[in-house]
C-alpha cells in the first residue's frame, strides 16, 4: 500500500476559499491501495469520485464514496482516505460564514450538517462539479472577470443542488475500543470470511457474548445489523465495477439475487437498481 502524506498547511492555502471564491477545486488521481495519513481541514468540503471509490474513515465512522454519491466533511473533521479502486478524487472546499453549517447558509437546518453525511450526486452536481476551475493559487494566476463571474453563478447552482441532495445511509459506524475496532477493521477488509458472531469472535480471542455487548455499549447496535452497513457498502464497491446484480449477491454470501435484493429493500427502503446506481 502507498501512503500519501498531505503537505501540511500548503494544500489548503493553494485552494482556499472565500467570500469572492466560494468553491474551490481539486481532483487528483490516486491508485488503487493508496492511503492518504488522517488530515484535517479549517473549511468544509465535498469528495466527489469522478472515477473509481475511495473510502474516507474518521474516528467513528468510514463512508465509501463512489461516482454515484458524494461525502460531506465539516471543518476541522480529522479523516484518512483509502483508495479502493484507482480513482479521479474532486474535492470541493467550501466557504462557510464563521459558526454556519452545512452549504452556505442553512439557519434551522444546520443540525445535519454538523457531522459527516453521504449524498446522492444528481447529472447536475456531478456536471457543475466538473466544470470548476481546478487550477491552484499561483503568483500570476488569477482568473479574468468573466470567469470569476461564471465560477460565480456555477458555485450557487452547486450549494442548491447540495441542499437539494438526498442524504444516503451508506456509513459504517466505528467503536473507540480498541480490542472491537480491530474486529470491525477484519470486517471491512474480509466481510464474509465469516457468517456469524462466533466466528468473528473466535479471531478476536473473546467470546460472542463479550463482542455482542461491546457492539451494544460502543456503538447502538447489533453486529448483524453493523455487518449488515458493511455488506452494503461493499455492494456499492461492486456496483462501481460494473457486476451484475447476481455476481454482488453471490460476492456478499446471499443465495440468490432476490434475497439480496430483499436484505437492500429492507435497509434502506429502496430496490438495489437505484441504491447501487453508479
Known amino acids: 500500500m502507498t501512503t500519501v502524506t498531505p503537505r501540511g498547511p500548503v494544500t489548503p492555502h493553494l485552494y482556499l476559499p472565500d467570500a469572492t471564491r466560494p468553491v474551490r477545486a481539486k481532483r487528483l488521481h490516486l491508485s488503487m491501495a493508496t492511503r492518504v495519513v488522517p488530515h484535517h481541514h479549517d473549511c468544509a468540503q465535498i469528495a466527489l469520485s469522478a472515477t473509481g471509490v475511495v473510502r474516507m474513515t474518521m474516528a467513528d465512522g468510514t463512508f465509501i464514496v463512489p461516482p454515484s454519491r458524494a461525502l460531506w466533511i465539516p471543518p476541522g473533521v480529522e479523516h484518512a482516505v483509502t483508495v479502493v479502486e484507482d480513482a479521479e478524487l474532486l474535492t470541493l472546499y467550501l466557504h462557510q460564514p464563521r459558526g454556519r453549517f452545512g452549504p452556505q447558509v442553512m439557519r434551522a437546518q444546520d443540525a445535519p450538517w454538523r457531522q459527516c453525511r453521504v449524498l446522492e450526486v444528481s447529472e447536475l452536481l456531478r456536471a457543475v462539479a466538473l466544470e470548476l476551475d481546478t487550477r491552484p493559487d499561483a503568483r500570476g494566476l ?48 474480509d466481510p464474509v470470511r465469516h457468517a456469524t458472531l462466533e466466528g468473528w469472535a473466535s479471531d ?65 427502503g429502496a430496490p438495489p437498481s437505484r441504491f447501487l446506481m453508479s
Request: one cysteine or more.
Open 204 to 268: 478476536a480471542g473473546a467470546s460472542a457474548r463479550t463482542v455482542a455487548r461491546l457492539f451494544r455499549s460502543e456503538l447502538g447496535t447489533s453486529f448483524a445489523q453493523w455487518r449488515q452497513q458493511v455488506l452494503l457498502s461493499r455492494a456499492v464497491t461492486l456496483a462501481a465495477r460494473k457486476m451484475p446484480m447476481a455476481s454482488i449477491a453471490a460476492e456478499l454470501g446471499y443465495a440468490s439475487a432476490s434475497a439480496f435484493s430483499a436484505m437492500v429493500r429492507r435497509s434502506v
Open 142 to 189: 488569477a482568473l479574468g472577470a468573466d470567469e470569476l463571474q461564471r465560477e460565480k453563478r456555477l458555485s450557487a447552482l452547486l450549494f442548491d443542488e447540495l441542499r437539494r441532495a438526498r442524504p444516503v445511509p451508506l456509513g459504517v459506524g466505528l467503536p473507540r475500543d480498541k480490542r472491537l475496532r480491530t474486529l470491525c477493521e477484519a470486517v471491512l477488509d
